[in-house]
């Protein structure tokens, strides 16, 4: 892959990063923008207090593999601490993608239990999961990988 196209693969990754953080925020406008709506939202507090467990046992689980993915599959093959970079540009961004959409379906089943009638509150828990998933975990490799290509490129 020559440097233009590395560039592009990069600038392509950092969009879709950018895409899919930003959209929990999105999540979160449409939730507050709901919840100012004079109209009572019609909610079944049994359904809520039904679903509740599953949707938050499944959004640890998501982002605890979200997280794992990231270890297993890119942590060791990025460069770094004298490690040489072994995933293509496209690979890294391939793995990372997956990682990202992990980390977002728990702030789409925060997104979920709203609807079904939880509060802001609890759906603010479920995007403030997502978000430190992805500036935590997704985004610090990110970085690490692209500056370790693009001083394997230099040398």
Same mark, same amino acid.
């Given at each position: 892959m020559?440097s233009s196209?590395?560039?592009? &693969? +990069? #600038?392509?990754?950092f969009?879709?990063? !950018? *895409?899919? $953080?930003?959209?929990?925020?999105?999540?979160g406008?449409?939730?507050?923008?709901m919840?100012? @709506? %004079?109209? %009572?939202?019609?909610?079944?507090?049994?359904?809520v207090?039904q #679903?509740?467990?599953f949707?938050?046992?499944? *959004?640890v689980?998501?982002?605890?593999?979200?997280? *794992?993915? #990231?270890r297993?599959?890119v @942590?060791?093959?990025?460069?770094?601490e004298? +490690?040489? &970079? #072994? /995933?293509?540009p496209?690979?890294?961004?391939? @793995?990372?993608?997956?990682a990202l959409?992990?980390?977002? !379906?728990?702030?789409v089943?925060?997104?979920?239990?709203?609807?079904l009638? !939880? %509060?802001?509150?609890e759906? !603010?828990l479920? *995007? /403030?999961? $997502? /978000? &430190?998933?992805?500036?935590?975990?997704?985004? %610090? +490799?990110?970085?690490?990988?692209?500056?370790?290509? @693009?001083r394997?490129? +230099?040398?």
């Amino acid at each position: 892959m020559n440097s233009s196209q590395a560039k592009s &693969v +990069r #600038m392509t990754w950092f969009i879709l990063f !950018a *895409a899919l $953080t930003f959209s929990v925020v999105i999540y979160g406008l449409l939730c507050f923008i709901m919840e100012q @709506d %004079p109209k %009572p939202r019609t909610i079944n507090p049994a359904t809520v207090a039904q #679903m509740r467990p599953f949707f938050i046992a499944a *959004a640890v689980g998501v982002l605890l593999v979200s997280v *794992a993915w #990231m270890r297993f599959r890119v @942590d060791s093959k990025i460069g770094g601490e004298g +490690r040489a &970079v #072994m /995933l293509t540009p496209k690979q890294f961004q391939a @793995d990372s993608i997956v990682a990202l959409a992990l980390s977002e !379906a728990c702030s789409v089943f925060g997104l979920t239990l709203f609807f079904l009638g !939880a %509060p802001l509150k609890e759906f !603010a828990l479920f *995007a /403030l999961g $997502t /978000l &430190v998933v992805n500036f935590a975990f997704i985004l %610090p +490799r990110g970085l690490q990988f692209w500056a370790t290509h @693009d001083r394997r490129g +230099r040398i």
